[in-house]
């Protein structure tokens, strides 16, 4: 028995002999190939006396071998060479994918790093500008004469720490698609308590939207395993998004509920513009800002959505958003049964903060 690589060599060899020759020249060769191989067939045939071997049968059988071989030989030729085309097309372009797959990689990472190094830099001149703006903004070493420097304080130093939040978010990005991020210690916490801490942070921000803020969660108080300073900042992300892009006389309301298998999942409902598949995806992409009538109004970086999901994915979590356009969005923090424990503490059931009518 011919070996594996014999047959893989004769085999390329004869796709090689037969690569150079036009369609018509190898058409010919198997055709005939065919004839001689019908004429051996009967003359073995012939022995077993089945069948007469005179010229006449071999004539006929020659012009019929011919007549329906030859068609079927070029058109399977055909198709052959245009599927050799097309896998060497596909081959060149599985090739660049991978090279262009790389260098994306790359790319990204080098990204990732630029991001890290240079939140890192600036974070500590911002400091400094936040710190020194606050003492004169205070006048702790002395009273200011002139009331406009005390505004210009103020506007530095509420401008620095919007720039640092800014920072503090690609800074966090960064580290968790590089997977430095779970360097952070874990810890349990009431998860109640974070979320009436998120909304109490967010109340200001309603009263001024005059957007209806509610918290409904169940009697039973539980306990996540978590990095407490994460969830918080997810909270903050989704509650705000919620209340800026939630028209006056709208609601935004929070829910918490056990699921069957034992997972917690914290709900965000709002009656705000809503968003189309395609915004979401937008949204959910780091640096993407979905265009509509309120994006003017509240500016901001893209990076909410994104490190919010980045965050709930590293901790095994998930976050799932779901929307209609102009009927408004439900966002799900899902938070795995591993990382949920009891408390039979009890608990407010419902709060309500509707804000005062301008």
Same mark, same amino acid.
């Given at each position: 028995?011919?070996?594996?690589?014999?047959?893989?060599?004769?085999?390329?060899?004869?796709?090689?002999?037969?690569?150079?020759?036009?369609?018509?020249?190898?058409? =010919?060769?198997?055709?005939?190939?065919?004839?001689?191989?019908?004429?051996?067939?009967?003359?073995?045939?012939?022995?077993?006396?089945?069948?007469?071997?005179?010229?006449?049968?071999?004539?006929?059988?020659?012009?019929?071998?011919?007549?329906?071989?030859?068609?079927?030989?070029?058109?399977?030729?055909?198709?052959?060479?245009?599927?050799?085309?097309?896998?060497?097309?596909?081959?060149?372009?599985?090739?660049?994918?991978?090279?262009?797959?790389?260098?994306?990689?790359?790319?990204?990472?080098?990204?990732?790093?630029?991001?890290?190094?240079?939140?890192?830099? !600036?974070?500590?001149?911002?400091?400094?500008?936040?710190?020194?703006?606050?003492?004169?903004?205070?006048?702790?070493?002395?009273?200011?004469?002139?009331?406009?420097?005390?505004?210009?304080?103020?506007?530095?130093?509420?401008?620095?720490?919007?720039?640092?939040?800014?920072?503090?978010?690609?800074?966090?990005?960064?580290?968790?698609?590089?997977?430095?991020?779970?360097?952070?210690?874990?810890?349990?916490?009431?998860?109640?308590?974070?979320?009436?801490?998120?909304?109490?942070?967010?109340?200001? !921000?309603?009263?001024?939207?005059?957007?209806?803020?509610?918290?409904?969660?169940?009697?039973?108080?539980?306990?996540?395993?978590?990095?407490?300073?994460?969830?918080?900042?997810? !909270?903050?992300?989704?509650?705000?998004?919620? =209340?800026?892009?939630?028209?006056?006389?709208?609601?935004?309301?929070?829910?918490?509920?056990?699921?069957?298998?034992?997972?917690?999942?914290?709900?965000?409902?709002?009656?705000?513009?809503?968003?189309?598949?395609?915004?979401?995806?937008?949204?959910?992409?780091?640096?993407?800002?979905?265009?509509?009538?309120?994006?003017?109004?509240?500016?901001?970086?893209?990076?909410?959505?994104?490190?919010?999901?980045?965050?709930?994915?590293?901790?095994?979590?998930? !976050?799932?958003?779901?929307?209609?356009?102009?009927?408004?969005?439900?966002?799900?923090?899902?938070?795995?049964?591993?990382?949920?424990?009891?408390?039979?503490?009890?608990?407010?059931?419902?709060?309500?903060?509707?804000?005062?009518?301008?």
């Amino acid at each position: 028995m011919r070996p594996a690589s014999s047959r893989s060599t004769f085999r390329s060899f004869i796709d090689r002999f037969l690569g150079r020759m036009s369609r018509i020249g190898v058409t =010919i060769i198997l055709t005939a190939s065919a004839v001689i191989i019908a004429v051996a067939l009967i003359w073995i045939l012939s022995f077993v006396r089945l069948v007469v071997f005179d010229f006449n049968l071999v004539l006929a059988t020659t012009i019929v071998t011919i007549l329906t071989a030859t068609p079927i030989i070029y058109t399977t030729i055909g198709f052959v060479h245009e599927i050799a085309q097309k896998s060497k097309a596909l081959a060149r372009m599985t090739e660049n994918l991978a090279i262009a797959f790389h260098n994306a990689e790359e790319a990204n990472e080098a990204k990732s790093r630029f991001l890290a190094n240079m939140s890192h830099e !600036l974070r500590t001149p911002l400091n400094a500008v936040i710190g020194f703006s606050d003492i004169m903004l205070n006048q702790r070493f002395g009273r200011i004469e002139n009331p406009r420097y005390v505004d210009y304080a103020k506007d530095i130093n509420s401008s620095g720490i919007h720039l640092l939040g800014i920072i503090n978010d690609i800074l966090d990005l960064s580290k968790i698609e590089s997977g430095e991020a779970s360097v952070e210690p874990e810890n349990e916490f009431d998860i109640v308590t974070v979320i009436e801490s998120a909304c109490a942070m967010l109340r200001p !921000l309603a009263a001024r939207q005059q957007v209806a803020l509610a918290i409904d969660v169940p009697d039973q108080r539980y306990v996540l395993l978590a990095v407490e300073r994460m969830v918080r900042q997810v !909270l903050l992300n989704i509650l705000s998004n919620a =209340i800026k892009y939630t028209g006056a006389t709208g609601t935004v309301r929070l829910t918490v509920d056990r699921c069957s298998n034992g997972a917690l999942t914290i709900s965000v409902v709002d009656t705000g513009i809503g968003m189309t598949a395609e915004e979401i995806r937008v949204a959910m992409s780091p640096f993407g800002q979905v265009k509509s009538k309120l994006s003017g109004i509240h500016a901001g970086t893209g990076l909410g959505l994104p490190l919010a999901k980045a965050m709930m994915d590293m901790h095994g979590g998930s !976050l799932v958003i779901r929307s209609v356009p102009g009927r408004g969005s439900s966002v799900a923090l899902r938070f795995p049964t591993s990382r949920i424990r009891h408390d039979t503490s009890p608990v407010l059931v419902v709060q309500e903060i509707t804000p005062r009518a301008s």
